[in-house]
C-alpha cells in the first residue's frame, strides 16, 4: 500500500538514472551504499536497515550467496529471499570488514532509518524533494519491467509470493532470479559505478 495524505493514495515516484546520479553523489558513503542496495534489490527500508549477516546464505552449487529475510521482519510475514547482482555484492563485499552483525551500519551502529537528515539534503540539494525512500523499490520495479522480467519474476523479487513458492527456491530458480536482477546492471551507464567514500 502507497503512503498517504489525509487518505489520498501518493503516486509512485521512480527516479531515473540521471536523477539517481545525482542524489548518490550528494549522500555520504554508507547512505548511497543502501540506497543503491535499494535500486538493486528491491527491499524496503527497514528491511534494509535490519539486514542480518546471519541472514546471509551460500546457495549450493552456486558461486554466490543471497540472504533470506524472516517472516517476522517482512511486511507480508512470509519468509523472504534476496538475489543479488553484482553491484549488491559488491556493496556486501565492502562492508563485510565493518565488525558489526549488520550489513548496513553507521560507526558500529545500527540505522533506525534510511530517510535521514543526510537523505533529506541530498533530496533539497538537487530539487528531489517528491523523493521518497520507498521510491528506490518503484524505480527497481519499473527498471525489472523495462528490462523485459515477466510479472510472475517481478512478484517472486519483491516478495510477493501469492502462495505460488517459497523461499525454498532450487538453485536453477535461484540462478535464474540473479540473471533477472543482473539485467539491471547491464542497463546501468558506466559512470554510475558506485565509489565509496569515507565519512
Not at 541472514?55 to 558461486?63: H, I, R, Y
Request: charged share 30%; net charge positive.
Amino acid at each position: 500500500m502507497l503512503p498517504t495524505v489525509e487518505g489520498i493514495k501518493r503516486k509512485p515516484r521512480p527516479i531515473s538514472w540521471d536523477e539517481q546520479e545525482l542524489l548518490l553523489k550528494s549522500m555520504p558513503g554508507y547512505l548511497s551504499e543502501m540506497v543503491l542496495f535499494a535500486l538493486n534489490t528491491g527491499l524496503r527500508d527497514q528491511e534494509i536497515c535490519g539486514l542480518k549477516w546471519s541472514e546471509e546464505c551460500k546457495v549450493s552449487g552456486l558461486d554466490t550467496t543471497v540472504f533470506i529475510i524472516e517472516e517476522s521482519r517482512t511486511k507480508n510475514n512470509r519468509e523472504r529471499i534476496v538475489p543479488l547482482n553484482s553491484v549488491a555484492r559488491s556493496i556486501v563485499a565492502s562492508r563485510r570488514d565493518n565488525k558489526s552483525e549488520y550489513v548496513f551500519d553507521f560507526k558500529g551502529r545500527k540505522l533506525e532509518r534510511m530517510n535521514n537528515r543526510a537523505w533529506r539534503m541530498a533530496r533539497e540539494a538537487n530539487e528531489l524533494k517528491s523523493v521518497r525512500v520507498h521510491d528506490m523499490r518503484h524505480t527497481f520495479g519499473m527498471r525489472l519491467r523495462a528490462a523485459g522480467v515477466s510479472i510472475e519474476d517481478r512478484q517472486d523479487l519483491f516478495g510477493h509470493h501469492a502462495g505460488r513458492i517459497t523461499t525454498h527456491y532450487s538453485k536453477v530458480e535461484i540462478s535464474h532470479l540473479i540473471d533477472c536482477v543482473e539485467l539491471l546492471c547491464e542497463n546501468r551507464r558506466p559512470e554510475l559505478t558506485l565509489i565509496r567514500r569515507v565519512v
